[in-house]
């Protein structure tokens, strides 16, 4: 039983030791309504951004009173923001390497429109975690993202935005 522990603890500390380990396109949970994005993290400065790359579903859906355009940041407290396409938003930012993880960050929810303290880890070399909460990292919510090698072709490639 001692082997096994001691496996994970090195499998999940395997990418703690490299801020730059976490560069790259991840993929979210899918949601029931919006569908899954892609978010690319890069290195800016000493900190993290992440942006999204790509949706599942880029567009409004038929009913809606947007039908059919592309998808903007409607939910934003800003009023000046909403106009703002989902594709190249930055939702991650602010974040700081310590301890083997980025700490101290900020994720925004465009479904919402508010904006969570955060946390990144990484759990092998193709999980990143991810902790939105309010105040303390006790209040809030988890999401294990997936990394991927590209943006899907076979779905709406050249809509798409390239990062900064």
């Known amino acids: 039983m001692r082997w096994?522990?001691?496996?994970?603890?090195?499998v999940r500390l395997a990418g703690a030791a490299d801020p730059h380990a976490v560069v790259g396109l991840w993929q979210t949970p899918p949601d029931p309504q919006e569908g899954c994005a892609i978010?690319?993290?890069?290195?800016?400065?000493t900190g993290?951004?992440?942006r999204i790359v790509w949706l599942e579903k880029p567009f409004y859906p038929a009913g809606s009173a947007q039908a059919g355009e592309a998808k903007v940041d409607r939910q934003n407290p800003d009023p000046r923001l909403r106009q703002r396409p989902i594709l190249g938003l930055p939702i991650l930012w602010g974040f700081r390497w310590e301890g083997g993880r980025w700490v101290d960050g900020s994720v925004y929810d465009p479904v919402s429109g508010k904006t969570y303290r955060a946390t990144l880890s990484l759990e092998g070399a193709h999980r990143l975690r991810l902790r939105g909460f309010v105040g303390v990292p006790l209040l809030g919510r988890t999401e294990v993202w997936?990394?991927?090698?590209?943006?899907?072709?076979?779905?709406?490639a050249g809509l798409f935005p390239p990062p900064p």
């Not at 978010?39 to 400065?45: A, S, T, Y």
């Not at 990394?147 to 779905?155: A, H, L, M, Y």
Request: charged letters at 20%; proline letters at 4%.
């Open 4 to 10: 096994w522990v001691g496996l994970s603890v090195a």
């Open 39 to 45: 978010v690319e993290l890069v290195l800016q400065g």
């Open 48 to 50: 993290l951004l992440g």
């Open 146 to 156: 997936t990394r991927v090698e590209k943006i899907p072709s076979d779905q709406g």
